[in-house]
């Protein structure tokens, strides 16, 4: 028999083994990740108590001048009230933080490339593409030029980080970081001024890095000059009548010296204008194995973006006015990539509107004088070099008459789970190099170019929106937009005074060319890929004072979606600019030319116009060219699309019938004739395109056999799709069953995200909600995730601006508190929230929460 | 150094031990391991450590559960992260108090045997 104190041992060591054992499994199982976010004291259940509205917080901050108030509205739109501006802008870091931590950090991850620290490798791509396109490294050289040229900024943005920082501090200590930080195991690092420039920087990238000269220059080679040209034309087919500027281009009495019209007839692919010869094809096929290379890093195909703002002038308001209207169109996210606020510090800053959250100031709003809005002007800043290598180095290229030694950064990338990978960027005097196979092609982008055209990426928008806050009336508002660098935008502009504007402020980049002639002329963007060797450098941007820009128009409205910024004869040729064909900014233009005066009310109800310019000009001809052929549930559909007023609402069923025949009628002409020419990808031509080769060309070669027989086919296919999806009672399809909006949550997580949700909408209507034109989205459905992001209408009462607005969201980011979806039904019906611009916190009134921050 | 031996004390120490390191930040599993470090020591025998470090394991983390769940919005989170992981609100708290009372059981059992081999008798 075993003595007892063998028998003790032998528990003891058997008990230990089992413990350590257990305790090493768990750390390292899942079980193990389970029992952690089930810790009751700390677990994720403590995160519930995240992003709440407090009853009354009070707080003692040290290093406060004052006490710094921040009153609740009903509406969950916090009102801080502060004596000086750096408190201010500590309270706003304080609610960014406090509403949207984890917000805030994954997207510096995105746009640093550390995303693969907390997920993994299966984020490397994007960590590598964005250590390549290096925003972190011009958000540290703009931090650094702003510390000795513009102090008190920086100041403010510091109080911004300090304020960021207090909260994570004291989330730690409470173990209420929010959910994603503990379903991912990991903690903030402390918050900075390179992190709120980072973000800035990120949202101007994600609006101008436009890839299309990259993508143009394969059309080229695949496609040869003609059909490149025709398909992709250099400015768009139905734009001319409805520029962003009023008038034929002209301004401060300068104008181009060569036709404009001649400009446009131009192959701007030819040697003269990119120093490549594209008619070789020994380098032919050797660029579009190199842009295939550089494709694959990038993984963004060109898509469309865009946004609508515009204004109306006191003569065209009914209440005798000046009105100011915006939609920007950016991915719907949950959280919103918006947060609103109103900021009042002392006399100096009154101002209301939204932010972004991890950036101090008002993007987009009003204050005491003055609204603005913002939507992209959609002209090219970055362009594409090939690079010419040293045989006998691969770290030298060819520049300007001489080898020259690329900057090579290291890049380390950790990788969650312990690993990590070390890239290498190579950067030429154009900027970093994408692709590591082939030909290697450098791109030069403004955001990294910097204002000084020196590659040193400092830019200054920070500065720009700081003084737009503040400003008091026209003058100061156009002053301040010139140090607005990246991106560059249409400022929609109306103020109590009864001026509206619109100024396009922003660094375009200017090449000198040579033209066929031998004329010289200066060119803005590209649509081509250039050679690097030192003839095609920018040589400036243009000077502020041409920028495109309007003041108070004689029609008495300005209208901005993405349209055509100016007319031909603006003195630089603008070349490379992505402009929206102009389905919005014709459909706008008829709602601004539809009645001699406005109300606010029909500022928002033309937000919410789901009129398809396109459907206007596209059925007609298509319904005229299958009329006497079809019959039966045919007939029927096309009953109902001739009897449609064009309005893609979602219980309707003619957008769905017009949405699936344009779609297969659209891939029918250009899937094949691309495929023979060995282009995998989708590059589809625009609408308008499409619609102009109807109109002028219907017997070419897109359409086969026969103009006709094409459009009949399609709708039959259509229709018979359509059918066999959704039944053959016509009566029943609506375009709501196909086109869904789905909010979709940074974690990607459906439990966080919101919908899917039946909405109005489409591609090319003022009402913003694309889905693709691809028919084969019937079996494999694919959601709306764009659109306005934020909608507001500023009416300028002389004494006091009215401000509305709303964005699909919340205010918190805890996902199970009331705030984190309570705007979602509101936008999804139009409706808007007035946004209470008190002068105290006492005439607010009705509040429902305070945080109260005292000097410490 | 001598230990008074009270079991009642044991389960009393197993309980707040638990609570209170749990509630300062040393996380779940370390507070179990305490938790059943002090229910090992102060029980009298061994099938005591067994049964108070058991119901002590039971006890402290749900009397933690119990008032946080207490809190509506605690309940909703619950059933969001169930969502995510995809398994059932009910037996995820399950799980969690299944291994902290194997987690507490073994270290009260260690704690016990070790003591009784090293530490001196109570007289």
Do not use: C
């Not at chain 1, 083994?17 to 768990?26: A, R």
């Not at chain 1, 050289?141 to 943005?157: C, G, I, R």
């Not at chain 1, 003619?654 to 282009?679: C, Q, T, V």
């Not at chain 1, 005439?843 to 410490?856: D, R, S």
């Amino acid at each position: 028999m075993m003595s007892r104190s063998r028998r003790s041992v032998v528990i003891l060591a058997a008990s230990l083994v089992l413990l350590i054992v257990l305790l090493g499994g768990l750390l390292s199982s899942p079980i193990g990740l389970l029992i952690y976010l089930m810790d009751p004291a700390s677990g994720v259940l403590e995160s519930s108590n995240y992003g709440l509205i407090p009853a009354k917080h009070v707080e003692r901050i040290p290093g406060l001048s004052g006490t710094v108030k921040i009153v609740f509205d009903k509406d969950g739109l916090p009102h801080i009230f502060a004596s000086t501006e750096e408190d201010a802008f500590y309270a706003v870091g304080y609610l960014h933080a406090w509403f949207r931590l984890w917000q805030m950090d994954i997207q510096r991850r995105l746009a640093s490339g550390t995303l693969s620290e907390i997920l993994g490798e299966d984020t490397l791509k994007n960590d590598i593409f964005m250590r390549i396109v290096g925003l972190r490294r011009s958000a540290e050289a703009t931090v650094e030029w702003m510390k000795v040229n513009e102090p008190d900024v920086y100041k403010l943005l510091e109080a911004y980080s300090r304020g960021v920082n207090d909260v994570i501090g004291k989330l730690e200590a409470t173990h209420r970081l929010p959910l994603m930080f503990k379903l991912l195991e990991y903690t903030p690092e402390p918050w900075t001024p390179v992190d709120s420039i980072l973000w800035a920087k990120y949202m101007a990238w994600s609006l101008t890095n436009f890839w299309e000269p990259l993508a143009y220059s394969y059309l080229r080679i695949k496609l040869g000059s003609n059909d490149t040209n025709l398909l992709w034309p250099v400015h768009p087919y139905y734009a001319d009548n409805v520029t962003v500027m009023p008038g034929d281009g002209e301004i401060n009495g300068k104008r181009i010296d060569v036709d404009p019209y001649y400009l446009r007839s131009l192959d701007w692919f030819g040697e003269w204008a990119t120093g490549i010869n594209y008619d070789d094809p020994k380098v032919a096929d050797a660029l579009a194995a190199a842009i295939e290379e550089a494709l694959k890093v990038i993984d963004d195909p060109p898509r469309s973006i865009g946004s609508n703002d515009w204004a109306v002038a006191p003569s065209r308001s009914v209440e005798g006015v000046a009105m100011m209207s915006d939609d920007p169109h950016l991915s719907l996210n949950m959280p919103s990539v918006w947060f609103a606020v109103h900021i009042k510090a002392g006399e100096s800053l009154d101002v209301i509107g939204v932010t972004l959250p991890g950036v101090p100031f008002v993007i987009i709003g009003a204050n005491r004088h003055i609204s603005w809005g913002l939507t992209n002007t959609q002209i090219g800043v970055m362009d594409f070099y090939v690079e010419k290598i040293n045989p006998n180095n691969p770290l030298q290229y060819w520049h300007k008459g001489a080898w020259r030694d690329m900057e090579q950064i290291k890049e380390v990338i950790r990788i969650k789970g312990g690993g990590e990978k070390v890239i290498y960027v190579n950067v030429t005097v154009h900027g970093p190099i994408i692709n590591s196979e082939g030909i290697p092609i450098s791109f030069r982008w403004t955001g990294n170019a910097g204002f000084k055209n020196d590659g040193g990426g400092v830019t200054r928008e920070a500065l720009a929106i700081y003084q737009v806050n503040k400003a008091r009336n026209l003058n100061e508002f156009i002053e301040a937009l010139r140090y607005w660098d990246v991106p560059s935008q249409n400022f929609m502009y109306a103020d109590i005074y009864g001026n509206i504007a619109v100024i396009e402020p922003g660094l375009f980049p200017l090449h000198r060319v040579e033209l066929p002639t031998g004329e010289e002329i200066l060119v803005v963007g590209s649509r081509s890929l250039l050679n690097g060797t030192g003839d095609y450098d920018w040589v400036g941007y243009i000077p502020y004072e041409d920028v495109p820009h309007a003041i108070n128009p004689e029609r008495g409205f300005l209208a901005a979606p993405n349209q055509m910024s100016v007319g031909p004869y603006y003195p630089y040729f603008i070349l490379g600019a992505w402009w929206d064909p102009g389905s919005r900014g014709q459909r706008i233009f008829a709602d601004l030319t539809s009645k001699p005066t406005f109300t606010a009310q029909d500022m928002m109800s033309f937000q919410a116009d789901t009129f398809d310019w396109y459907a206007s000009m596209a059925l007609p001809i298509m319904i005229d060219a299958v009329e006497s052929e079809v019959s039966g549930v045919y007939r029927e559909a096309l009953d109902i699309v001739k009897t449609w007023d064009y309005r893609m609402d979602k219980d309707e069923a003619a957008p769905l019938i017009w949405w699936a025949w344009f779609s297969i009628l659209n891939d029918k002409m250009y899937r094949d004739y691309l495929l023979e020419h060995g282009i995998k990808r989708a590059y589809y031509p625009s609408h308008d395109t499409t619609i102009w080769l109807m109109r002028n060309m219907n017997n070419s070669k897109w359409f086969k056999p026969s103009f006709k027989k094409i459009v009949y086919d399609s709708l039959i296919e259509a229709i018979d799709k359509l059918a066999k999806k959704f039944g053959e009672d016509i009566t029943k399809w609506k375009w709501g069953d196909v086109h869904k909006l789905y909010i979709r949550h940074l974690s990607m997580l459906d439990p966080l995200s919101r919908g899917p949700y039946p909405e109005d909408g489409g591609d090319d209507v003022l009402m913003s909600a694309p889905i693709p034109w691809d028919i084969n989205i019937l079996d494999n459905p694919r959601y709306v995730g764009t659109g306005p992001s934020w909608r507001i209408v500023a009416v300028m009462y002389r004494d006091g601006p009215k401000i509305y607005g709303v964005y699909p969201g919340g205010q918190s980011g805890n996902p199970v508190y009331e705030y984190y979806d309570n705007y979602i039904d509101l936008w999804l019906n139009y409706k808007y929230i007035e946004l209470a611009f008190p002068t105290t916190p006492e005439e607010l009134g009705n509040t429902i929460g305070m945080i109260v921050l005292e000097a410490g | 150094m001598k230990i008074y031996k009270n079991n009642w004390y044991a389960l009393l120490a197993g309980i707040l031990g638990g609570i209170a390191l749990d509630y300062l930040g040393l996380g779940i599993l370390l507070a179990a391991v305490v938790s059943g470090v002090l229910v090992g020591l102060f029980t009298t025998k061994l099938r005591y450590t067994l049964a108070l470090s058991t119901l002590s394991g039971i006890l402290w983390p749900a009397i933690l559960m119990a008032f946080q769940l207490a809190n509506s919005m605690s309940m909703e989170m619950l059933s969001l992260v169930s969502e995510i992981a995809g398994f059932p609100p009910m037996a995820m708290l399950g799980i969690t108090i299944i291994i902290i009372v194997v987690v507490s059981m073994l270290s009260a059992i260690t704690t016990h045997v070790l003591a009784g081999l090293t530490l001196p008798k109570e007289p």
